[in-house]
């Protein structure tokens, strides 16, 4: 078993933007959304986002994989994965501080989950995956689209996965309203802005019940002892991407403290647009260097197969 817990397969055809030297999370963020935009739009948009999918999934099922943790905005990610024989989950993205776009997003979902349990009653192949829901962060959703997602993961049974405190600034738009992702959206032209809550991702996550979803909780570099109090004893699952927070200038997250606290963690190499390989080996090498002195190497091959 080999476990890579967070990819964003419809990314891999970003693989030739990745960046070769660590730059800020808004810088790329902001960069990639609308690359993904133009992407979408332009005519040969959606095959070249296929291609890559499958060009990732062959260098998945190359390096051993056998269960994946996969994020798609698209979509385009579910049937390849279904064909390919891999295990694990299909989280699809949803987003949108406008409701309506939440409001697409989930109705596309009902539509991909009904199609999928309908292929799963006629005994289709990839009956070891699932679909769940993605909340792709705080900082992009509105509330009431969080609440829905909560609702739909409660009543269709199904996991869900959010990127939490992967940036420091994900805090400060929660908490102050300022800062550089609260102002995102205004340099994608909209006018709408996050909502503020005055207290930080891991609470707010709590209070909208997130956390009772035992939901896989990505990135995480910013979660502080505090914060990890909350997790634990939730059933959420941590998913460390230590490339990719290298790469953002996110600092790391704080492994020792989260086995400590006896949370759950899994390793995820997170999309080609930022790390150089979809080998979670790779980033269990990454992880034993950067956590050198701090957690036993065996802490995180045991993470390589979900022990
Ligand atoms: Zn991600």
Not at 151 to 170: G, I, K, M, N, R
Not at 227 to 239: F, Y
Not at 269 to 278: C, I, K
């Amino acid at each position: 078993m080999l476990v890579n817990a967070h990819t964003h397969l419809d990314q891999c055809w970003a693989a030739k933007f990745r960046p070769k030297t660590p730059v800020p999370f808004h810088n790329w963020l902001l960069r990639q959304t609308r690359r993904d935009q133009n992407m979408l739009q332009s005519e040969t948009g959606e095959k070249r986002i296929q291609a890559g999918i499958e060009e990732g999934i062959a260098e998945l099922l190359a390096a051993g994989t056998t269960h994946v943790g996969d994020v798609t905005r698209t979509g385009l990610s579910v049937q390849p994965l279904v064909d390919s024989g891999l295990s694990g989950v299909i989280y699809l993205d949803i987003l949108g501080l406008e409701p309506n776009v939440g409001d697409f997003l989930l109705q596309r979902a009902t539509h991909i989950l009904d199609g999928f349990r309908d292929q799963a009653a006629n005994g289709r192949p990839g009956s070891n995956l699932q679909i769940g829901l993605s909340l792709n962060a705080l900082y992009n959703t509105s509330f009431k689209t969080v609440e829905k997602i909560v609702a739909f993961c409660e009543t269709e049974a199904v996991p869900l996965c959010v990127h939490a405190a992967e940036s420091d600034q994900e805090n400060e738009a929660l908490i102050d309203g300022t800062g550089l992702l609260f102002d995102l959206p205004g340099h994608l032209g909209s006018d709408l802005r996050p909502e503020v809550t005055e207290i930080g991702v891991i609470p707010t996550l709590e209070k909208l019940g997130v956390l009772d979803l035992k939901p896989l909780l990505l990135h995480m570099n910013y979660a502080t002892k505090d914060d990890l109090d909350i997790v634990k004893n939730t059933g959420a699952v941590i998913v460390h991407c230590p490339r990719a927070s290298h790469i953002l200038k996110n600092r790391p997250a704080l492994l020792r403290h989260m086995l400590k606290k006896e949370i759950p963690v899994a390793l995820g190499t997170e999309s080609l647009a930022l790390v150089e390989t979809l080998d979670v080996r790779d980033e269990a090498e990454f992880a034993k260097e950067l956590h050198a002195g701090m957690v036993f190497a065996g802490a995180i091959d045991n993470m390589l197969t979900g022990a």
